[in-house]
């Protein structure tokens, strides 16, 4: 999240935000230009349909107006726009062990507030998020002996959520060596939102230590994975361990 102050608005962006961009637009439009605490309020706890979500962004931002020393008294949500970002792909767990995978619609949401006497002199210019950078040109070229054996190294490297090797879920893209020998290991997740890209490296460099590799590992968002990425092997692990979308 972003949060930025002129002399009087308080601007607040955050990414990914677990709401469809219908159901954000739909929610902010029935608020902007309401004062922020009764907004709040009202994304809240109603009358008519809640969001929770956006609820919170405003929460951040009021806290924000606060530490600026604004009166949130006095503050209106003058401005909003929801803009549908990536999906957020994780796991869903069943009963008996059974499991799948679930897709969450996200929205970029940006929020603007501004003092009561302010808003009607002038207009609230409220940007858009930047389009998704696209993504890099891809070097298909064949992987060496060299690569292949550090892609090797990498089945030993396990997502601890769904305790199969990164190779078979398809997260690792290249793998690259130049010419002193160091290793770039493009890699993905789920999604940009994952917590585990630390964990994930740390896995990496125990296998690279154990063949005495140096690497790095770019992580790369675009495309998304699907879990068409997935190889043959990967997906009889996962349905022995009882993922049924197979």
């Given at each position: 999240?972003?949060?930025l102050a002129d002399m009087t608005d308080i601007v607040v962006r955050k990414d990914q935000v677990r709401v469809a961009e219908a159901e954000a637009t739909a929610a902010l439009d029935r608020v902007v230009g309401q004062p922020a605490v009764p907004a709040r309020a009202r994304l809240r706890f109603g009358p008519g349909r809640t969001?929770?979500?956006?609820?919170?962004?405003?929460?951040?931002?009021?806290?924000?107006?606060?530490?600026?020393?604004?009166?949130?008294?006095?503050?209106?949500?003058?401005?909003?726009?929801?803009?549908?970002?990536?999906?957020?792909?994780?796991?869903?767990?069943?009963?008996?062990?059974?499991?799948?995978?679930?897709?969450?619609?996200?929205?970029?949401?940006?929020?603007?507030?501004?003092?009561?006497?302010?808003?009607?002199?002038?207009?609230?210019?409220?940007?858009?998020?930047?389009?998704?950078?696209?993504?890099?040109?891809?070097?298909?070229?064949?992987?060496?002996?060299?690569?292949?054996?550090?892609?090797?190294?990498?089945?030993?490297?396990?997502?601890?959520?769904?305790?199969?090797?990164?190779?078979?879920?398809?997260?690792?893209?290249?793998?690259?060596?130049?010419?002193?020998?160091?290793?770039?290991?493009?890699?993905?997740?789920?999604?940009?939102?994952?917590?585990?890209?630390?964990?994930?490296?740390?896995?990496?460099?125990?296998?690279?230590?154990?063949?005495?590799?140096?690497?790095?590992?770019?992580?790369?968002?675009?495309?998304?994975?699907?879990?068409?990425?997935?190889?043959?092997?990967?997906?009889?692990?996962?349905?022995?361990?009882?993922?049924?979308?197979?």
């Amino acid at each position: 999240m972003t949060a930025l102050a002129d002399m009087t608005d308080i601007v607040v962006r955050k990414d990914q935000v677990r709401v469809a961009e219908a159901e954000a637009t739909a929610a902010l439009d029935r608020v902007v230009g309401q004062p922020a605490v009764p907004a709040r309020a009202r994304l809240r706890f109603g009358p008519g349909r809640t969001c929770e979500q956006l609820a919170r962004v405003l929460d951040e931002a009021i806290v924000r107006a606060q530490e600026a020393g604004l009166d949130t008294d006095v503050l209106v949500l003058s401005g909003a726009t929801a803009v549908a970002a990536e999906d957020i792909v994780r796991v869903r767990r069943k009963a008996h062990g059974v499991a799948d995978w679930i897709s969450s619609k996200t929205s970029d949401v940006t929020i603007v507030l501004r003092p009561r006497g302010v808003v009607a002199s002038r207009s609230v210019p409220v940007e858009a998020p930047a389009p998704a950078a696209e993504p890099r040109p891809r070097d298909d070229r064949p992987e060496t002996g060299a690569e292949l054996a550090v892609r090797e190294a990498l089945y030993d490297v396990i997502d601890p959520d769904l305790g199969v090797n990164v190779v078979d879920l398809g997260f690792v893209r290249r793998v690259r060596l130049d010419d002193a020998g160091v290793a770039t290991i493009t890699m993905t997740l789920t999604s940009a939102a994952c917590p585990l890209t630390d964990v994930m490296e740390i896995q990496v460099k125990h296998e690279m230590d154990a063949i005495d590799t140096e690497f790095r590992v770019e992580w790369e968002w675009l495309p998304t994975w699907k879990p068409a990425d997935i190889t043959d092997d990967g997906r009889e692990q996962l349905r022995a361990i009882g993922f049924s979308a197979f």
